[in-house]
């Protein structure tokens, strides 16, 4: 198994792990938004979803990672389709902290989004 439950060990490491995927997110998404002056920040974007990644409470025995498939609705929620990755446990972590939450940035609507997640194993 490669996620074992645990307290906050070595969140840290996670949560820069979290960001660094993040990024990823930022630039392979770009052309995914709307051209205007509305169009969300990068940054924006990135501070709620590491916001709404942080704080793990499992322990990362290896590196893993996972590709979120999301679009965004009417209320400005996030709606994920599927997770693909071969850890179930990272699955019910990343779709329980991204299903139906809503972000304060305005995306379009309808759009699928690829969250590509990577989490770095504690130490």
Do not use: C, W
């Not at 995914?32 to 501070?47: E, F």
């Not at 709620?48 to 499992?58: I, M, Q, S, V, W």
């Not at 009417?74 to 809503?102: G, P």
């Amino acid at each position: 198994m490669t996620i074992i439950h645990s307290s906050n060990h070595n969140s840290m490491k996670t949560i820069k792990s979290i960001t660094a995927a993040l990024l990823l997110l930022l630039i392979t998404t770009t052309t995914a938004y709307a051209i205007g002056d509305d169009r969300p920040k990068k940054s924006q974007i990135h501070k709620e979803l590491t916001k709404l990644l942080r704080g793990p409470d499992f322990y990362v025995e290896k590196d893993v990672k996972a590709i979120a498939h999301v679009i965004v609705n009417d209320h400005n929620e996030l709606i994920v389709i599927s997770v693909t990755t071969e850890d179930e446990n990272l699955e019910s972590y990343v779709k329980s902290r991204l299903n139906y939450h809503k972000v304060k940035s305005k995306m379009e609507t309808g759009i699928p989004y690829l969250i590509p997640i990577r989490m770095t194993a504690s130490q």
